[in-house]
């Protein structure tokens, strides 16, 4: 028996080991008893309600990433000692450009308070070839939580134009394809949950490079992409594209119109689009968002908690300056955003163009106390941009 001297006295090797498995047992239960994120007195409602002063409209969307977002930190609650595992809710996004997919991410991330990146897909290539590794991706993570690991490993990581890596075909490739296919293989182990050895300072990896180990098994994955033509998938697929005297009571898709046709998307369907099944199965929620109307982009011009029409306010309000704006030129605004088909970042582009002379001259009139926008001035400042170029596509 080996005694070791304390302070008052001896303590045996055997007490020793007991203590340590005591320690070692009540602090492993702490780290996974006690999450950094608190959901207590929070519900999906709440969250969704919280989407609601930031992102008009999108009420499906909205709901599905609630309940996904609620029950995978439900998951990081989960006693290490359950009989059942709950798997890890990663998300995917469809819908046209400018609807709010990485909106809606961004909101989501500040509610839960977590450190939160985006990641643009097109930047990454196949290991070994000119472009970003995947492990990247965990290197901004890892920065937008000042380098806490722990904190990391419990955040949110919201992965755009997701559609534009899928393959090129719906077959499997015969030569490489180094910026798709391959990309998806490399995310796959990723999303599921396994330890990434990440370059603290993104990055190429390289063997005398210090790593930093991220464990992925807790952090989701919000991916978002306007899958351009899948469209035509799901009319295919639902038989919406009738020939003859065809019955058109077939499938529900077949009476839907144009615009919430994505309503209908499957897991099928990404899969025929290009991304291979095991991402697709590794994505387990999909949602789709909805073209924005003009009623919604009327709305978000004035309704959300940083509308475009209280910046701007805010901004006049820096040089004493009262903002009016009629309900007209409100009105030319959503027209011209419908034109050009750019979605809610199209009315950022024209507010700009309608609001840049007076934002230029303004500062240097100290007697001026009021700037009254009316449709008639926004056709005028419209008729000297070069927005007016720009025609549907």
Do not use: W
């Amino acid at each position: 028996m080996i005694l070791i001297a304390g302070i008052e006295g001896f303590i045996c090797e055997n007490c020793v080991n007991q203590a340590q498995f005591i320690l070692e047992e009540e602090l492993g239960k702490l780290d996974k008893n006690q999450p950094e994120i608190s959901l207590k007195g929070i519900t999906p409602k709440e969250i969704k309600s919280f989407l609601d002063q930031y992102v008009i409209g999108q009420d499906d969307a909205k709901k599905v990433l609630s309940v996904a977002v609620y029950n995978h930190y439900k998951r990081l609650n989960q006693k290490s000692e359950d009989d059942v595992e709950i798997e890890k809710s990663n998300i995917l996004m469809v819908g046209p450009t400018g609807t709010g997919k990485t909106l809606l991410a961004k909101t989501i991330a500040r509610f839960l308070k977590v450190p939160f990146t985006i990641v643009d897909a097109t930047v990454f290539t196949e290991a070994g070839y000119v472009g970003e590794d995947v492990e990247s991706i965990l290197a901004r993570l890892l920065q937008a939580s000042n380098y806490d690991v722990k904190s990391a490993e419990r955040g949110i990581v919201y992965i755009d134009e997701i559609d534009k890596i899928a393959r090129k075909s719906d077959n499997p490739s015969i030569t490489r394809d180094v910026s798709g296919e391959g990309v998806q293989q490399s995310l796959l182990k990723m999303l599921e949950g396994t330890d990434v050895q990440v370059p603290p300072q993104g990055g190429r990896k390289h063997p005398e490079q210090k790593m930093i180990t991220i464990n992925t098994k807790d952090i989701l994955f919000v991916c978002g992409g306007a899958f351009d033509g899948i469209d035509k998938i799901i009319s295919r697929r639902t038989e919406r594209q009738i020939i003859g005297y065809k019955n058109q009571e077939t499938h529900p898709a077949a009476n839907a119109s144009e615009d919430n046709i994505l309503q209908f998307v499957t897991p099928q369907d990404i899969k025929h689009y290009g991304l291979i099944p095991e991402l697709v199965g590794r994505l387990p929620v999909l949602t789709y968002l909805d073209p924005l109307d003009k009623d919604i982009l009327r709305a978000i011009l004035t309704e959300p908690r940083n509308a475009l029409v209280k910046q701007y306010k805010k901004l006049m309000e820096y040089e004493n300056i009262k903002l009016i704006l009629d309900d007209e030129a409100l009105d030319f605004i959503v027209e011209k955003a419908i034109e050009f088909k750019l979605g809610a970042r199209g009315l950022r582009s024209i507010c700009e163009a309608i609001m840049m002379d007076a934002m230029f001259e303004i500062p240097s009139q100290k007697n001026k106390k009021t700037l009254h926008i009316t449709r008639k001035y926004a056709e005028g400042k419209m008729s000297k941009s070069k927005l007016k170029k720009l025609r549907a596509a």
